[in-house]
């Protein structure tokens, strides 16, 4: 049984334009590579390599990838901890009453709250039937990094962006997720003068670095905060 297909989706993540302005502040390579992982705030131990973290991080990046503020994201993403919901059956068990109302509303998500309730539950349920649950499928399923992007992509309402948010973290530990930096990323390294092409994309310094810039485009003092794939 092959995955979804792209083009059945009728939500895609909406975060590819580029709204930056204003100056940012001067930050050398070596702040940026002791940057915290957004994945490491959450207390996703990504290098364990479990189906357990693997999930963890899959829920995030769905929220993350909402049009909505990273910290609206994190807050929603400690609410389902909360309430035990880390397992796609557990989420699907939830319904999606119970992810609107107690799990969004407590989070602060509540702008997209039922469309990103019903994304989450439809990608949990295409998981358990295209992968049987398993991220890792996903993976060893890809024959290589674009395969594995298109897979991703496949899944209702994960454009490029949200794809890009759950691989980019998983560089070092996925032998096949290794997506392009985001143009926003680039340009960012431009304005700090780091030649990103001198370090490699699978290492733990070039994730981290990636998501030191990403923060800085936050910290723009005229600019609307959140978006994490912006």
Known sequence: ????????????????????????????????????????????????????????????????????????????????????LLRPQRILDAGWSHLVDPIMREGGYVRYDGRKSTQIL????????????????????AENARDLENRLQGFYGIGPITANIFLRELRPYWRKADPDPLPIVRKLAKEHAIDLDAFGRKTLSFVRIEAGLIRQRHRRPTERQGDLGQ
């Open 1 to 84: 049984m092959s995955a979804p297909n792209v083009t059945d989706l009728k939500m895609v993540d909406t975060q590819s334009e580029d709204r930056s302005v204003g100056p940012v502040d001067s930050v050398s390579v070596e702040t940026l590579k002791i940057t915290p992982l957004y994945s490491e705030e959450l207390g996703i131990a990504l290098r364990k390599g479990t189906e357990g973290e693997l999930f963890k991080w899959f829920l995030a990046s769905l929220l993350f990838g909402g049009h909505i503020s990273e910290i609206i994201a994190a807050h929603t993403y400690h609410a389902f901890a909360a309430h035990k």
């Open 122 to 141: 439809r990608d949990c349920e295409e998981l358990l039937t295209f992968y049987g649950g398993s991220l890792k499928q996903i993976h060893g399923r």
